[in-house]
């Protein structure tokens, strides 16, 4: 199962990342755009941000 102690330890981005995409399937793409929409950040810094995110809900087995 996952770790939920590392849940709690998210940042407020991560946190919102994984509030807008719950219960969702979703791409690398609409991590990005949830960055983008609620962060004055250009896409580079969107994707980055993004596949840290991915790596880290991986890590804590929460997504495959």
């Known amino acids: 199962g ?3 102690t590392k849940v709690i330890s998210l940042n ?3 946190r919102l ?3 807008e995409l719950t ?4 791409i690398l793409e609409d991590v ?5 929409d609620n962060y004055e950040i250009d896409r580079d810094t969107a ?6 995110w991915v790596e880290s ?3 804590c087995g929460i997504i495959e």
């Open 47 to 52: 994707v980055t941000g993004a596949e840290t």
């Open 57 to 59: 809900m991986r890590e």
């Open 12 to 14: 407020s981005s991560a």
């Open 32 to 36: 990005v755009k949830v960055l983008m």
């Open 23 to 26: 219960d969702v399937e979703f």
């Open 17 to 19: 990342i994984y509030q």
């Open 2 to 4: 996952a770790d939920m």
